[in-house]
């Protein structure tokens, strides 16, 4: 078999030009009688729903996109760590002390604030102002 002898499976109908004239299919062509429908470029945009007002109009907040792989981290500062009085600092700790709402979510430490003693800090993202002011002070940092 050779390539130009390859037939399609389901044989090829060409789509029904509908409002080419009476002698395309028929008086009307499918379009039944007169109205907005029947024109050339007829009908309405997509949403339009009467002249009431639509449903777009009338639910703002689900207009836009959203990003299903947007990841949003819970914020600590320094400052904050500091105020602690603990050596090591892990998410469920903070969740306890409650400084963030869960320990399941990505917790990101900003550099807000000072910090004076060695705390070692365990958290899923750290600003280099952060990572900076903990190792400074004698801390230790673990991402991930």
Not at 49 to 59: A, D, M, R, S, V
Not at 114 to 138: D, H, L, Q, T
Request: net charge positive.
């Amino acid at each position: 078999m050779q390539a130009h002898e390859i037939r399609p499976s389901m044989p090829k109908k060409a789509r029904k030009r509908v409002g080419r004239g009476n002698g395309s299919n028929g008086t009307y062509s499918g379009k039944g009688m007169k109205g907005q429908k029947a024109r050339t470029g007829g009908g309405v945009r997509p949403g339009f729903e009467g002249g009431q007002n639509p449903l777009i109009k009338g639910l703002p907040m689900l207009r836009g996109f959203t990003n299903p792989f947007r990841v949003s981290y819970q914020v600590v500062n320094v400052g904050q760590l500091a105020e602690l009085g603990a050596s090591e600092v892990t998410p469920e700790l903070l969740e306890q002390r409650g400084l963030i709402r869960s320990a399941r979510k990505p917790l990101k430490v900003l550099g807000d604030g000072s910090i004076s003693s060695a705390v070692s800090v365990r958290a899923a993202k750290f600003s280099s102002s952060a990572k900076a002011k903990i190792e400074a002070a004698g801390g230790t940092v673990q991402e991930g």
